[in-house]
């Protein structure tokens, strides 16, 4: 075994180990559910960072991929009696589907056209999504979607949901974090860093700038089913513009080009406006003043805020360590 797999592992089962104790220490039932919606948008928040962070391409589209894979299991357990996994598998692939659909001709384009393709096909998505009443439900959602049992056990109950997304999140984690330290996460830096250099390395640009936004779709397809079968309703509004704005707002927030980043950027952004509703008048302002300060304070986001106050802290202790060893020779 390669050592950074075994390291790889180890972070990924103290990760583990963290998530699996978190509901022992919140007061109530209310905060996991919290902590379920911002593990289901880490999730999304995973891929988008492996295509924005590493791969460099942007998009503003996610929440379509998101969108249609949460109404893809709702329409097939519900409406064609399919069986949940069958139901999870199609929304899934349905998402994988679409995302190299779209992303064979868009992901020709760079920059800000790349931006506003992307932007343009979640704004259609979305339009499907309120004018096909029959499919969707329409502006009201869509309702009765079952919750998730697998393989004979229910997951009836929040805690039992949260330890799924917990469990889902974790190999997420680890399988990104194997992904960006094998030969194609070294090729996704290699695209982000210089494409014309890339290319004269031998890489192959199209293939891995739509491998990687298939991936990416992927998960945020995974996403999208544990999100129906937990709320039981799905409705177009939570897939709009804003929300995929919101993503990228999660990776930049929270560190590109990080594993942890984009996962702290997640679950603070799905936090943060629940601790804000004691201030109802304020609470947009308040919400976008901790923004503005995060990005001033954080350039580099809360992953990397976080790197340099430890090596501030080695920085420290070195120097701490070194005047003992000074004294004690003089």
Known sequence: MKPWYARNAAKAVLFALALGAAPLVLPNEYYINILILGAINALIALGLNLLLG???????GHAAFF??????????TTRMGLPIPVGMGLGVSLSALVAWLIGMPTLRLRGNYLAMATLGFGIIVHIVMNETVEVTGGPSGFVGIPRLALFGYAFDSDRAYYYLTAVVLALAALFCLNLIDSRLGRALRAI???ERAAQTAGVDIAGYKLFV????AVFAGV???LYAHFLSFVAPSSFGFNFSVQLVVMVVLGGMASVWGAMAGAFFLTALPEALRGFEEVDILIYGAILVACVMYMPMGMAGAAAGAWRRIGRWRRGISGQGEGGHVG
């Open 54 to 60: 590493y791969a460099g391409q942007i998009s503003l």
């Open 67 to 76: 969108g249609l894979s949460a109404y893809a299991t709702a329409f097939a």
């Open 192 to 194: 982000h860093t210089s």
């Open 213 to 216: 936004f298939v991936l990416s």
């Open 223 to 225: 996403a999208g089913v």
